[in-house]
């Protein structure tokens, strides 16, 4: 059964204190790894899709790696403003089409 | 683009009657998904829709849901009978699925709504 672990579960940084989250995942066949921002009372806003181990992405203070068993979202010099729940999911070839599994997310603080 | 609306955002309802909650796609996006999120967890797979057929949905959906997607634009979400345990928040989110060539996907980025507060009393 595919499966999505994140932590930690709560991250509290001072502006500027760069951190690393990690998801933990486990899935037959990797078809995609996702990494979604949610604020409170919104829906997840998209970030980033990596598909393969070694991978990179980045965006703004933002960078995620992948690697065959999990990935990590790194927060460069973090703003308050970069305050949210960060979500990680993934897809793969051997479960279903249209079906996105979340772990539970990291909760991350960023005080000024 | 003016993204995927969902209406209303807030409901509370008594136990046992029937509610029904509307979604509109980006109106270009082919598929529609189905998405509960309750308090720290992350969001629950439902269903979903590639234009107007129901393609999948989660063996863990209760009889007492149903979704449609019409003319394949917007969709519907009906939970009848509702129970103080379906009290959630319910996320519709849509994609535009394309043909996958090689090893690149196309259908991978999921556009979310803000999402329906269901309060069950």
């Known amino acids: 059964e595919d499966q999505v672990t994140q932590s930690p579960e709560a991250l509290r940084l001072q502006e500027g204190e760069s951190s690393s989250l990690n998801c933990s995942y486990t899935?037959?066949?990797?078809?995609?790894l996702f990494w979604y921002r949610q604020d409170p009372g919104k829906g997840p806003e998209f970030l980033f899709t990596?598909?393969?181990a070694g991978e990179e992405k980045e965006k703004e203070r933002l960078k995620a790696t992948l690697t065959k068993k999990e990935s990590f979202l790194h927060i460069t010099a973090p703003k308050p403003e970069d305050s949210a729940t960060y979500l990680c999911?993934?897809?793969?070839?051997?479960?279903?089409?249209?079906?996105?599994?979340f772990g539970k997310g990291t909760k991350l603080s960023v005080k000024p | 683009d003016t993204g995927v609306s969902q209406n209303p955002r807030h409901k509370i309802t008594k136990r046992g009657q029937n509610v029904t909650f509307r979604c509109d796609p980006i109106?270009?996006?082919?598929?529609l998904y189905w998405y509960r999120q309750t308090l720290g967890q992350g969001p629950e797979f439902l269903t979903y829709?590639?234009?107007?057929?129901?393609?999948?949905k989660s063996r863990l959906l209760s009889d007492r849901f149903s979704a449609e997607r019409p003319k394949g634009s917007f969709s519907t979400l009906e939970i009848q009978r509702t129970e103080q345990g379906d009290s959630a928040m319910y996320l519709c989110?849509?994609?535009?699925?394309?043909?996958?060539?090689?090893?690149?996907?196309?259908?991978?980025?999921?556009?979310f709504g803000s999402g329906t507060q269901l309060s069950v009393l």
């Open positions: 829709f590639q234009n107007e057929a129901q393609l999948e």
């Open positions: 109106s270009e996006h082919n598929r």
């Open positions: 989110a849509s994609s535009l699925a394309g043909i996958e060539r090689g090893q690149v996907p196309t259908n991978e980025k999921l556009f």
């Open positions: 990596l598909y393969s």
């Open positions: 999911a993934v897809r793969g070839y051997g479960g279903s089409q249209g079906n996105l599994i």
């Open positions: 899935v037959s066949g990797l078809r995609g």
